[in-house]
């Protein structure tokens, strides 16, 4: 039986890119962001290293312009996703040496061209797996001091999509995404600021 599914699924595979057709889609969806950002400090004169962790979980929106062919998608992708604000972040080494950093804020889009491979089973039910390349923006703003940068940035993807009808498509997935980072400098001391995104989405595709 799970030789048969197999074989159906790999037939249904070339079957539909044998005769596919290039259609148009724009898409929408809305995550639960599990943002990860860390915070280092290195201070050379004082020999000192502190880390922060700035963690915070948000909502994020995407929107999407893309083209299929078979089970073979190609998108341009625009992720928002709400500022992290932290109004106090407390450092300590155990012993006698403490920092903190007030009203710490950063600021992260990202604009990302996307591929995505679809299994097609010949159901309305299709699993889906792709990876992306684009461009962030990281803005990191702490308090009197601020600086932004656009970094390389990359992401992978996987979900599962149900077909509503020919032109409706609703998709649930999960991302992660490597926005890069900020690196600050103060004189004898440096601070790198690194982001990281594990987001679980839902939304829907509308095929022209």
Not at 52 to 63: D, E, I, P, S, Y
Not at 90 to 105: K, M, Q, V
Not at 142 to 170: C, R
Not at 184 to 194: C, L, Q
Request: charged share 20%; aromatic share 14%.
């Amino acid at each position: 039986m799970k030789k048969f599914l197999l074989l159906a699924g790999v037939a249904c595979l070339f079957a539909a890119n044998a005769q596919a057709e290039v259609n148009q889609y724009v898409s929408a969806k809305v995550s639960y962001d599990f943002n990860k950002v860390n915070i280092k400090n290195a201070d050379f004169e004082e020999n000192q290293m502190e880390r922060w962790k700035a963690n915070k979980n948000l909502f994020g929106t995407h929107v999407a312009y893309g083209v299929q062919a078979g089970y073979v998608r190609g998108e341009v992708e625009l992720n928002n996703s709400r500022d992290i604000k932290r109004n106090h972040l407390e450092y300590s080494n155990g012993a006698n040496y403490e920092d903190t950093i007030d009203h710490f804020r950063l600021y992260k889009h990202s604009v990302m061209a996307n591929v995505y491979f679809d299994y097609l089973t010949c159901t309305p039910w299709t699993p889906y797996v792709g990876a992306g390349l684009g461009t962030s923006y990281l803005k990191a703003d702490f308090g009197e001091h601020a600086k932004s940068v656009y970094n390389l940035a990359w992401q992978v993807m996987a979900g599962l999509t149900y077909d509503i009808n020919s032109n409706w498509t609703v998709d649930a997935g999960y991302r992660y995404a490597d926005l890069g980072r900020i690196r600050k400098n103060w004189g004898n001391a440096v601070t790198k600021v690194t982001a990281r995104d594990h987001e679980i989405l839902l939304g829907v595709r509308y095929t022209f």
